[in-house]
């Protein structure tokens, strides 16, 4: 109604400015009109977009909203309530789509969780986290699903390292199993199997070195009766027998080594 009277009266200020145009009150007249009318056509046009961009807003047509909203501030640049309600709606299109994705990847990660299946599970929520503002849920998930990746990769590696130690071991190759394990133990100190087979591998690694150091004495013995060299033959036996003083073969080769070394009668 406002707009109609403004226009009506534009006209007729018009028609009278032609008319008595040396006339400076009718020409303010005129000019204040225009004006107003300007005002008012801004104010419908802005309240018309408003609408508009409110009701796509509520029906979740945010690009077109906001499309409205961009059209409308090109005719009126700096409009407070076009500039605000365009934040606005660049705001909840920002939401709806962080709960959009949000309703995909927290379920689509609690699965992957459930099976196990921990680094897609953490891919899967670095992917929301990396476009979307955190979400609480999705953060505790994160913790739990990285814990369990990380004890499950413990796990995983304590397997293997036992299984090549225990390989070792049956080979022979103590001395390289004390070494693995010893590493293994420095980066997991608090595990009980590992402690009780790095014991084992030093227990059998003492007895390896000591089942070759008296078959090296055995061998040079043996070598010293085949030259006639009976006492030094003892002396390797004597030798042996302080360091291993129960071991049965050192002490049957000294029996045997002392009755050839006895003169002949």
């Given at each position: 109604m406002r707009h109609r009277r403004l226009s009506d009266a534009v006209q007729v200020l018009e028609q009278l400015d032609r008319e008595f145009h040396e006339i400076t009150a009718v020409r303010d007249l005129l000019s204040y009109a225009r004006e107003e009318l300007a005002t008012t056509q801004r104010r419908e046009a802005v309240t018309r977009s408003s609408?508009?961009?409110?009701?796509l807003l509520e029906s979740q047509e945010f690009d077109r909203a906001i499309d409205t909203l961009k059209d409308a501030l090109r005719s009126y640049p700096g409009d407070d309530a076009l500039s605000n309600l365009l934040q606005s709606a660049v705001s909840g299109k920002t939401e709806w789509e962080r709960q959009k994705a949000l309703a995909e990847a927290l379920p689509a990660s609690q699965a992957l969780v459930a099976r196990q299946r921990y680094q897609e599970a953490l891919a899967c929520i670095d992917a929301f986290q990396s476009r979307h503002a955190p979400d609480q849920a999705l953060s505790d998930l994160r913790?739990?699903?990285?814990?369990?990746w990380d004890l499950q990769q413990r796990i995983d590696a304590m397997g293997r390292i036992l299984g090549e130690a225990?390989?070792?071991?049956?080979?022979?190759?103590?001395?390289?199993?004390?070494?693995l394990l010893h590493d293994a133990t420095a980066r997991y100190p608090e595990d009980p199997q590992l402690a009780a087979?790095?014991?084992?591998?030093?227990t059998?690694?003492?007895?390896?070195?000591?089942?070759?150091?008296?078959?090296?004495?055995?061998?040079?013995?043996a070598?010293?009766?085949?030259?006639?060299?009976?006492?030094?033959?003892?002396?390797?036996?004597?030798?042996g027998l302080k360091k291993y003083p129960h071991d049965i073969?050192?002490?049957?080769?000294?029996?045997?080594?002392?009755?050839?070394?006895?003169?002949?009668l």
């Amino acid at each position: 109604m406002r707009h109609r009277r403004l226009s009506d009266a534009v006209q007729v200020l018009e028609q009278l400015d032609r008319e008595f145009h040396e006339i400076t009150a009718v020409r303010d007249l005129l000019s204040y009109a225009r004006e107003e009318l300007a005002t008012t056509q801004r104010r419908e046009a802005v309240t018309r977009s408003s609408e508009a961009a409110r009701a796509l807003l509520e029906s979740q047509e945010f690009d077109r909203a906001i499309d409205t909203l961009k059209d409308a501030l090109r005719s009126y640049p700096g409009d407070d309530a076009l500039s605000n309600l365009l934040q606005s709606a660049v705001s909840g299109k920002t939401e709806w789509e962080r709960q959009k994705a949000l309703a995909e990847a927290l379920p689509a990660s609690q699965a992957l969780v459930a099976r196990q299946r921990y680094q897609e599970a953490l891919a899967c929520i670095d992917a929301f986290q990396s476009r979307h503002a955190p979400d609480q849920a999705l953060s505790d998930l994160r913790k739990r699903a990285q814990t369990e990746w990380d004890l499950q990769q413990r796990i995983d590696a304590m397997g293997r390292i036992l299984g090549e130690a225990r390989g070792l071991i049956e080979q022979g190759r103590a001395s390289t199993a004390t070494r693995l394990l010893h590493d293994a133990t420095a980066r997991y100190p608090e595990d009980p199997q590992l402690a009780a087979l790095l014991e084992l591998a030093e227990t059998k690694l003492v007895e390896q070195k000591r089942a070759e150091a008296v078959q090296q004495a055995v061998g040079q013995a043996a070598s010293f009766t085949e030259m006639f060299q009976f006492d030094r033959a003892v002396d390797v036996v004597e030798e042996g027998l302080k360091k291993y003083p129960h071991d049965i073969a050192l002490m049957e080769l000294g029996s045997r080594t002392a009755m050839v070394s006895l003169p002949t009668l």
